[in-house]
């Protein structure tokens, strides 16, 4: 019997992975297939690369099966073969079929077969259902990546069970896409996109009976995006293929060297990465109270393993409410936006790779190294600016500071709205009203006046000699392990 406390992923989705897994992994350059009709050597070919990556045992428990036909390969997947262990009742062999046809330039042509593919699984307390799912695009075995490839299904609902406690998870019509174009010096631009619509999760509340009682969280769409620029894509894929050919711990002992060597080459393995994530009308509802947030954004930048690396963060937020608002918070103290960023420039990423590289013994020890060598260095440094927008206040801040082993720093903030907030904290029912107030008068005395009537504090900071000063008042830091004294 399958374990009713077990989450189980849809596996059909999986399926799709692995077949795309193995179009993107096991070409390396295109076999005997690519003639004008597919052949049973050329069969063996494919099979014999795919088992570079995933092994024998795909094939073995007919997980996955290449047979030729017209001008091509079947791929065909079986759902119900991949779980370690047979659901009872057996599950329906969910079969998916891609056709994949060589072509004259190394490229391959590929594309889920028959009707979009609709299937439902379920068993030990958990369902799975996908609609209309398809893919298809073009993978270019030379360059490694999929010129174009475009995956996606109607729905996707999932029902089971994560920590003990049973969830659900519905969508709209999600899609995945990725497509990549050759760069200088044989790299690589890759793109990747997945985006869901109409995401509802809903967790009952495990602390009460009542099954009206839950939370529930709807997105109107979701969206990740992944940009590579000029990435070593091949070469990731030729040093992943040598590292798992050492599968004993004499070959890797034997190849240590070549191992870090080959990785070196590959350096700086990418000049940029960019990560986003959009989050666009967020609804979180639960006992009493409900959450909206109209967006939620995300964006990661880091260089490559070069000289003068950096690495950014960009956090945005819009919208933010309570509804109802709890009776003992003012609606003015919630904030509505936020807008966040984070840099990291100046470091040598190369000789923190290097330094890490040359330590195979400890990943600790090259880790703690590479840290020194950043400290000692002194060129990198770190910045971030912030606001923060509510009903009845607004703040403004940024600060600046060296990565080095003096711990230095400046800032500058500025605020608008503190009579406003005042008066929203002496409504706040609580013990820590008279706490809250005095802080904001410390603050407000430090302040000193612009010209837009807002407050304003100059910061400077030297964790070394223990000394902050704001706006030229000096205070000492106290001590670590001696409190507040």
Not at 133 to 145: I, L, P, S
Not at 230 to 237: K, P, Q, S
Not at 398 to 405: C, E, G, S
Request: with cysteine; net charge negative; glycine share 10%.
């Amino acid at each position: 019997m399958s374990d009713p406390g077990r989450f189980r992923l849809p596996a059909v989705s999986g399926a799709l992975g692995l077949v795309l897994g193995g179009l993107a992994l096991s070409w390396t350059a295109p076999p005997a297939a690519s003639a004008t009709e597919g052949t049973a050597e050329g069969a063996r070919e494919l099979q014999a690369s795919i088992e570079q990556y995933f092994g024998q045992e795909i094939f073995e428990k007919g997980i996955l099966t290449i047979a030729p036909r017209g001008d091509g390969y079947d791929f065909v997947i079986h759902r119900n073969r991949i779980a370690a262990k047979q659901p009872d009742p057996p599950a329906p062999d969910l079969q998916m079929t891609f056709h994949v046809v060589p072509e004259a330039d190394g490229t391959y042509a590929f594309k889920s077969e028959g009707d979009p593919f609709t299937g439902s699984d379920a068993g030990g307390g958990s369902m799975q259902s996908l609609q209309n799912c398809q893919a298809h695009g073009v993978f270019d075995a030379r360059a490694r990546y999929f010129a174009s490839l475009d995956a996606g299904c109607d729905r996707i609902a999932l029902k089971g069970q994560l920590e003990s406690e049973p969830f659900s998870v519905d969508t709209g019509k999600i899609s995945f896409h990725m497509s990549g174009k050759p760069a200088a010096n044989g790299a690589s631009d890759i793109d990747m996109a997945f985006d869901v619509p109409d995401l509802v999760t809903v967790v009952p509340n495990k602390d009460t009976p009542d099954p009206k009682d839950f939370s529930r969280f709807t997105v109107g769409h979701i969206h990740y995006g992944i940009h590579l620029d000029a990435v070593h894509y091949a070469g990731l894929f030729d040093f992943y293929r040598f590292a798992l050919s050492l599968d004993t711990v004499a070959k890797a002992q034997a190849a240590d060297s070549e191992l870090r060597d080959r990785f070196k080459a590959i350096l700086p393995v990418w000049n940029g990465l960019q990560v986003e994530a959009a989050y666009d009308a967020v609804r979180v509802e639960s006992t009493g109270v409900t959450v909206l947030l109209d967006h939620y954004g995300e964006r990661h930048a880091l260089s490559g393993m070069v000289k003068d690396g950096h690495y950014s963060l960009d956090v945005t937020l819009a919208g933010f409410a309570l509804a109802p608002n709890r009776k003992s918070l003012p609606a003015g103290i919630l904030p509505s936006g936020l807008g966040l960023r984070f840099d990291v420039t100046g470091v040598d990423l190369e000789r923190i790779a290097n330094t890490m590289l040359d330590n195979p013994g400890s990943s600790d020890a090259g880790l703690q190294s590479a840290l020194v060598d950043l400290l000692i260095d002194g060129k990198a440094v770190f910045s971030a600016d912030a606001s923060v927008t509510a009903p009845d206040y607004a703040v403004i801040g940024k600060a600046r500071a060296p990565i080095n082993l003096r711990m230095q720093g400046t800032g500058s903030f500025s605020a608008s709205g503190y009579d406003a907030i005042s008066a929203d904290i002496s409504q706040l029912k609580s013990e820590d009203v008279a706490g809250y107030a005095l802080i904001l008068a410390f603050l407000k005395g430090l302040a000193r006046g612009t010209p837009d009537g807002h407050l304003a504090w100059d910061v400077a900071f030297d964790l070394v000699a223990r000394k902050i000063t704001v706006n030229g008042q000096s205070f000492d830091l106290p001590e670590k392990g001696k409190g507040e004294e």
